[in-house]
């Protein structure tokens, strides 16, 4: 059995105790949420751990391309919660939408599945093609060019052209092709296979559209104001996020990069379908909570016998094909994200102009520094599902003991498998100090995140000195990175999910919650721009020159721990003026 899955469980296992002893003191509701989120993320990191692996290693695209597509994705899906959320918040409900959205996740997961015969590269040199063989998977895989039928390796000369090594001095084609005398292409396999990628990408964006921003809205209304069970609830409920990304890191990252893509996948898939099951039959115990505005309305035939709710789900389809488009290219999801914030922050400072009190609307600014705040430190730590797996897959050591090795995609469960270990503590932790005063307001949490965030690239950095002859570094600093990093994610994203149910006007809670998810999608199209940054050159999906590639991801991360590091002391010098704008919404009473 696979070792680290063993070790994942051990881990799953031990941490979980504190947990399920801490949701007794909660509402029921937030039981039913915690493993209904929890398998919605074991789905969506399941397949978020593969994808960048998919698009570089079986379709073959070039690291910029890659970035691009899966920064097209990820923008995506933190936008759409924000027409989902006002959705919610006008017609269906938050547990209507919810239970809508996952529906679109399991048929966008099991659609993954298909993923059809891998892209091949072909080198041309003096008319003449020659293919290049890919064999095994993972630590395993090689890529070698087929020269008269039979496979040789390469490497990078020093003038930027290619070295073939072996090849017999009768070959067709010289052991040293230099730069411009040769052309490297892709063959791709037929169209149909690229749109059913498409396809998939567009259900799970709009599944997750209706989705993300609803579920954590009903977590915030389980609790009445001032309750100080609400931060512990939402660090608890963040645990359940991270125990099925942890999982699926570890499951969908072993069957994808061993079984094949297809397997990765549909398990992301059946994870979604219990997630969904979980969801409808807990509904009693969310107490009412979620329900539509007006249920009446909502039922009343509008186009024929069809109702607003179906009118609603329709559209929903129909959003599906115009997302199989726009995901496609990632200038014109630039365009979208732009008309997105122009559209959603008008509505909320129109309704701070006209609807909101003093106190509101000062909340309300206050809850718009959070989510600039937000932006940085997710742009820096979703470098995890990019720039950093195709890291981890070519400049660090993953070897563990004997014949045993972490997979690529095994290594962003560091991310996850962190916060199961942090979050019982961090509750705790919060808790202790709320009930003695002490708490560390909203802001300077913030900035201690993003200080860790920065700094979590200089240890990176520091790992790259110690590459042995192969480049690859010590996996303890990868480790290390990760724990800061998630130490940073336990300041900021439970907090800052609190904040907005704290924050927000009552007709505003889930049009704030989905305007967090904006900030964030913001994040993901900056970190796709990072991620092009550490672009290397690739043949067959496998990087040419890894001491190039290091270096050139040493330099970029040296960069962007500057902006997390800056960002977080400018937020810890201001937070004693910008924590009077909550107007005592983050304060507790006695517990």
């Known amino acids: 059995m696979d070792p680290v899955a063993v070790a994942s469980l051990v881990v799953a296992g031990v941490t979980a105790v504190p947990v399920f002893l801490q949701l007794r003191q909660h509402p029921p509701g937030l039981r039913i949420l915690f493993?209904?989120?929890?398998?919605?993320?074991?789905?969506y990191y399941g397949m978020r751990g593969l994808l960048i692996f998919y698009l570089t290693q079986h379709y073959l695209f070039d690291d910029k391309?890659?970035?691009?597509?899966?920064?097209?994705?990820?923008?995506?899906?933190?936008?759409?919660?924000?027409?989902?959320?006002?959705?919610?918040d006008r017609f269906l409900g938050a547990r209507k939408a919810v239970a809508f959205g996952a529906l679109l996740l399991v048929a966008g997961h099991f659609t993954m599945a298909f993923e059809g015969k891998p892209a091949t590269q072909v080198l041309t040199y003096q008319g003449a093609a020659y293919d290049f063989q890919v064999t095994g998977r993972a630590d395993s895989r090689k890529v070698n060019l087929m020269v008269a039928g039979q496979p040789y390796a390469y490497g990078p000369s020093a003038d930027g052209g290619l070295d073939i090594k072996g090849l017999p001095a009768a070959a067709p084609l010289p052991a040293h092709l230099p730069a411009g005398q040769y052309r490297l292409s892709v063959q791709q396999p037929p169209p149909l296979f690229k749109n059913i990628l498409y396809l998939a990408l567009a259900l799970i964006i709009v599944g997750v559209g209706f989705l993300k921003a609803n579920i954590s809205a009903i977590v915030g209304q389980l609790y009445p104001q001032g309750d100080p069970r609400r931060d512990p609830g939402f660090t608890l409920y963040y645990y359940g996020i991270n125990l099925g990304s942890f999982l699926a890191a570890i499951t969908c990252g072993w069957l994808g990069q061993t079984v094949g893509w297809w397997a990765g996948f549909?398990?992301?898939?059946?994870?979604?379908?219990?997630?969904?099951?979980?969801?409808?039959?807990?509904?009693?115990?969310?107490?009412?909570?979620?329900?539509?505005?007006?249920?009446?309305?909502?039922a009343k035939p509008r186009f024929g016998p069809i109702s607003t709710e179906w009118l609603i789900y329709l559209g929903a389809f129909a959003g599906v094909a115009v997302i199989w488009a726009i995901v496609q290219s990632f200038t014109v999801v630039s365009y979208v994200l732009g008309a997105g914030a122009i559209v959603t922050l008008g509505y909320v400072f129109w309704y701070m102009a006209t609807k909101a009190s003093k106190v509101e609307r000062d909340r309300v600014i206050l809850a718009m520094v959070l989510i600039a705040a937000s932006v940085v430190f997710w742009a820096l730590y979703e470098q995890g599902g990019s720039s950093l797996g195709l890291f981890a897959d070519r400049n660090v050591n993953l070897h563990l003991y004997g014949d045993h090795s972490m997979k690529p995609a095994q290594a962003q469960a560091f991310q996850s498998g962190w916060i199961l270990v942090l979050a019982p503590v961090m509750a705790a932790i919060w808790t202790f100090l709320g009930r003695m005063g002490r708490d560390p307001n909203p802001v300077f949490k913030f900035g201690l995140g993003l200080l860790l965030i920065g700094a979590s690239y200089y240890v990176i950095i520091l790992g790259g000195t110690f590459a042995g002859p192969?480049?690859?570094s010590p996996l303890i600093f990868l480790a290390g990175a990760y724990l800061m990093q998630t130490t940073g994610?336990?300041?900021?994203?439970?907090?800052?999910?609190?904040?907005?149910?704290?924050?927000?006007?009552?007709?505003?809670?889930?049009?704030?919650?989905?305007?967090?998810f904006l900030g964030t999608a913001g994040a993901q199209f900056v970190a796709a721009k990072i991620a092009q940054l550490t672009a290397s050159d690739t043949i067959g999906g496998q990087v040419l020159d890894a001491g190039k590639a290091l270096a050139t991801y040493s330099h970029v991360f040296g960069i962007i721990g500057l902006w997390g590091l800056g960002a977080g002391l400018l937020m810890i010098v201001l937070s004693p003026w910008l924590k009077k704008l909550a107007h005592g919404a983050s304060d507790v009473h006695g517990g």
């Open 35 to 43: 493993f209904a989120e929890m398998w919605e993320r074991f789905s």
């Open 65 to 88: 391309t890659a970035s691009a597509n899966y920064g097209a994705y990820t923008s995506l899906v933190y936008l759409l919660p924000v027409i989902g959320g006002v959705l919610a």
């Open 266 to 298: 549909g398990a992301a898939g059946v994870g979604m379908a219990l997630g969904w099951v979980v969801f409808v039959l807990g509904k009693p115990l969310l107490q009412g909570k979620g329900e539509p505005p007006d249920p009446v309305a909502l």
């Open 470 to 472: 192969d480049f690859k």
């Open 489 to 516: 994610e336990m300041c900021v994203s439970p907090v800052g999910l609190s904040q907005m149910t704290k924050l927000a006007p009552p007709m505003l809670i889930s049009t704030l919650m989905a305007t967090w």
